[in-house]
Each structure stands twice: as C-alpha cells, then as structure tokens.
C-alpha cells in the first residue's frame, strides 16, 4: 500500500467530504493506526471500509472494520486468531479552537438548557475533534479495536483449557490423570534395615 493512499484513507480533507458523502476504502495497517502490540497484535492489515457525512462541520462516520486480531485464550493460554468484524460510528466536531465565533449569539441561558438538552438526547456516538480542515481517523479507528477485546478471550467457546494437575491443553486430547486413579498422597515407604540388608547380601 502506498503511503499516500493510506494519509488518504485515515486523513481526509474536510473539503472532500461532500453533502453526497465520501467513501472510504482500503487497508491500513496496525501501525498505521497506532496500534502497539500491547493494544492488540494484529495479523496483515485491517480492511476499512467507511462512509463519511459532513452536516455544517459535524463529521459522521460510519463504518466496518475487519481484520484479524491475535489473542490469548484465558482457558488454554493458547494463542488463536480471531477475526474481526465490527460496525464504526463516530462523530468529528471542530475543536473549539478552530471556530472563530459562536454562530448565533443567543442569550446564554436559552442557550445552556438547549446544550443540556441535546446532551440527553443525543446518542452517545463517539464524539471526536478535528483540526482545521483535515480529520485523524486513525486514533478514533484505534481505540475501536481496543474496545473490541472481548474481557475474556476464548479460542472457542467450549475450549477445555488446561489440566489443572498436568497442565497438559486439554484440547489436544485427554490427559493421563482422568484415565488413571489419582495419586495416593500417602506413600508408603518400606524401610529396610541397612544392617540387615548389609548382612543377608553375603
Ligand atoms: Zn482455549
Ligand atoms: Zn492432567
């Protein structure tokens, strides 16, 4: 992938974003996103698909993800791959910053309630800044795919983990301590005389 398709796929230019909507196709890579192998390792490159909406400033983004992601099963502690596929949305509003002026000058406490009002309302989209007329996607991309860590990997949902005696993975096939009885904990130990024993060898 070139460098400049993938500035395109994760920056694009407000300008470009039309009432028609911009596409966005492509892959981008883990480092692309600013993933580290911490957040999650991933396998090739994500494959990007997203649909953008610019409403007088306000940017949203919808979208899929797909890809692989390597995880460790918290049963077996095996590594297993796990795809990918989730829907984006999110929501780019101008920094503060970069609006000069408030649009409308209203008396400000009309102006509160209609704020906390809309607060209440609004569904809680994913909200994000953007600066001047350029969008950063990949943060918003990023933390997406960290969201979508599942609390408890599993490789399957009826992975046998570890035995807890053997450790053997249970998955791979049943271990000797089912089979056989359990391991007396009392040994007995017989005892001999060694003087006995030194004698009778002669
Ligand atoms: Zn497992
Ligand atoms: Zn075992």
């Known amino acids: 992938m070139q460098v400049g398709a993938v500035m395109e796929l994760l920056r694009p230019l407000l300008a470009d974003i039309t009432v028609d909507g911009l596409s966005l196709v492509g892959e981008a890579t883990a480092e692309d ?62 920094e503060p910053k970069s609006v000069p002026r408030h649009p409308k000058r209203v008396d400000s406490r009309t102006t ?47 992975c046998l983990g570890l035995c807890p005696r053997c450790k053997k993975n249970l998955n791979e096939g049943p271990c000797q301590c089912s089979e056989e009885p359990p391991i007396p904990t009392v040994r007995v130990i017989q005892v001999t005389n060694r003087k006995a024993g030194g004698s009778s060898a002669s």
């Open 33 to 94: 996103l600013g993933l580290t192998e911490d957040e999650a390792v991933v396998l090739g490159p994500l494959a990007v698909s997203l649909e953008l909406t610019n409403v007088e400033g306000l940017v949203a983004v919808t979208g899929v993800l797909e890809g692989t992601v390597v995880r460790e099963c918290v049963r077996c502690l095996k590594e297993y791959e796990d795809p990918l596929a989730f829907s984006v949305r999110a929501a780019f509003v101008p």
């Open 112 to 158: 509160n309630t209609k704020l906390v009002e809309a607060e209440q309302v609004e569904e809680p989209d994913d909200q994000y800044q953007y600066q001047g007329n350029q969008l950063e996607l990949a943060p918003m991309l990023r933390e997406h795919i960290i969201l979508s860590a599942p609390m408890r990997p599993l490789c399957s949902d009826d």
